[in-house]
């Protein structure tokens, strides 16, 4: 064996301990093919954001010691990223060369192949997940062949949300647009009878938008509102934080005459979604317009996303049922939120992605960030799923759910066309985990 070999250890949020005995670390696709072909159970690690065991098995393997792949067809609008690159690095290359891809979610760190896996997504009434961005997959099988899925295979669809288990993504090729650039703004005391009344209208105000809350008292906590303004006001307003928010500044965020805030008023000083942590970790705010990559994540490659001592937890409902769904959550305040460091509510278009959370339904997410209480938050999540089962909640696959029911099939259409083609691309079964038994495959 040539790969640097060592053991996983934990994954970002330290929630799990890999069991794998092993984690290689191949230099070459050609020796990442051997490694996948010997293993009679294996499975590809990302950057290890996932809260649950998703990625564990007998062996894993990590693509980090692979070169960072960015190779742009302009004439296509298309980049070939290789799986291991995340947002991040992927950003840095695109920007530069005048390209940008459609959304991010809240952090840069995440690889492609893994947020790609997992259905991630950011916000945006328009903006599909990561994943609906995809127009080409490469992976190894489990009998070590590269084999490449191209928009013109039937198979793609069922393939790109894929959990790990069809093989290990070497490289996917993303749809890519003209760079722009997005200006950010934070809003506070949003009442909660106007988001929940007017939840469509907020959701539509900005190309990008999340509230955030703890549930509790009247107002919804943050509203944050990203917008895309044409490439190149960032540059000319560096240094200048004269977008003034709420005054029809040229940003655009703040065009207060085709935008009502239901008596939210802009923050005046950076803020970060977790009450008492130091902005300094968030991507600018104020209105001032910056290159996408630089505002759509909430928090910067630099410094540790989000809190950092958390478990997350997220739910997807049709749009229809959001405002139900939040009543419902509202409701079970009381034993949400001391568990809770935040909440985050986003909205997700529709795709046609087999597994992915927002496959045939526009969505909003309901998302939690939970303190580092693990015996008490998995003791809380039943009760919770109850209470978003009326709306047919798709659990975020990558977060901690419950699912005790074992009820997931029924959400997914297409769940015996994916297990077919785990069947037919994997029929060894390497890259089945206890994960895909409990959730998927039976
Ligand atoms: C602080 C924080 C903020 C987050 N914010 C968001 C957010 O805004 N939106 C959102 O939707 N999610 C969010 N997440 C969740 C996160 O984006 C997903 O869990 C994502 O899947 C993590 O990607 P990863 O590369 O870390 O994958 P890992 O956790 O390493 O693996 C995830 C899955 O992908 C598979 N996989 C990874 N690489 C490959 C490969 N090369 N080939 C085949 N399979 C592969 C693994 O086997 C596993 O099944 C957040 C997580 C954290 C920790």
Known sequence: MTTDETTPGRNWAKNHTYRAAVLHRPTSVAELQEVVAAAPRIRALGSRHCFNDIAD????????????????????????????????TLAGRLHPLGWAVHNLASLP?????GAVATATHGSGDRSGNLASAVRGLELVRSDGELVTLTADDADLAGAVVHLGALGVVTAV?????????????????????????????????????????????????????????????????AGGAAQ??????????????????????????????????DPRSTTAQRGVPGPWH???????????????????????????HAPAALRAVRAMGDRVA???????????????????????????????????LEPEVVALLPALEDALAPFA?????????????????GLYPRMGDFRALVERMDPRGAFRNDYLERHVLT
């Open 244 to 277: 003034a928010v709420g005054t029809g500044g040229r940003a655009g965020v703040g065009t207060a005459a085709d935008v009502r805030h239901f008596g939210a008023l802009a923050a005046e000083a950076e803020m970060h979604p977790l009450a008492g942590v």
């Open 393 to 409: 909640a798709r659990p975020h696959w990558g977060k901690v759910f419950a699912d005790r029911d074992r009820a997931l099939a």
């Open 109 to 113: 760190h995440i690889s492609v192949a």
């Open 57 to 88: 098995s007998d062996a894993l393997v990590s693509l980090e010691a692979l070169p960072d792949v960015v190779e742009v067809d302009d004439a296509a609008g298309t980049v070939r990223v290789s799986g291991g690159t995340r947002y991040g």
């Open 338 to 372: 001391p568990l809770l460091l935040v909440s985050e509510v986003r909205t997700i278009a529709a795709d046609d992605l087999w597994l992915s959370t927002a496959y045939g339904r526009e969505s909003v997410g309901i998302h939690f960030t939970w303190k580092s």
């Open 173 to 237: 090729t993303l749809e890519i647009e003209p760079t722009y650039d997005v200006a950010q703004e934070v809003r506070t005391g949003l009442p909660w009878e106007a988001a929940l009344e007017h939840l469509d209208e907020i959701t539509a105000s900005a190309d990008s938008v999340s509230l955030f809350t703890d549930w509790r008292g009247d107002a919804v906590g943050q509203v944050w509102r990203k917008m895309r303004v044409p490439a190149g006001t960032g540059d000319e307003a």
């Open 294 to 320: 630089e505002r759509l994540p909430h928090f910067r490659m630099e410094f540790t996303p989000s809190h950092g001592d958390e478990l997350q937890s997220e739910y997807l409902v049709p749009r229809e």
